[in-house]
């Protein structure tokens, strides 16, 4: 299920955010980028709608990733 940006209070979104890139493995290329930078993009995506807030409601947790990643796996 897909979480509406406008639900979530500017404290909640960026502790999302912040849990999200600070992720062992999440990997942002051969560059190393600084944590709000990282922090930035992701929220410019959440802006920009080409990723989503996802909440598995199976595992109960919150997620961020690609809309056309959802969109996939929701066909199956």
Do not use: C, W
């Not at 960026?14 to 930078?37: H, K, M, P, S, W």
């Not at 990282?38 to 709608?49: F, P, T």
Request: avoid cysteine; glycine fraction near 4%.
């Amino acid at each position: 299920m897909i979480i509406p940006l406008s639900q979530l209070s500017a404290d909640i979104l960026e502790n999302i955010i912040q849990e999200f890139v600070l992720r062992e493995g999440t990997d942002y290329g051969l560059e190393d980028t600084a944590l709000e930078q990282k922090k930035q993009d992701v929220k410019r995506q959440l802006a920009d709608g080409s990723a989503v807030i996802v909440y598995s409601e199976l595992h109960e947790t919150v997620n961020i990733m690609p809309k056309s990643q959802f969109e996939e796996s929701a066909d199956e």
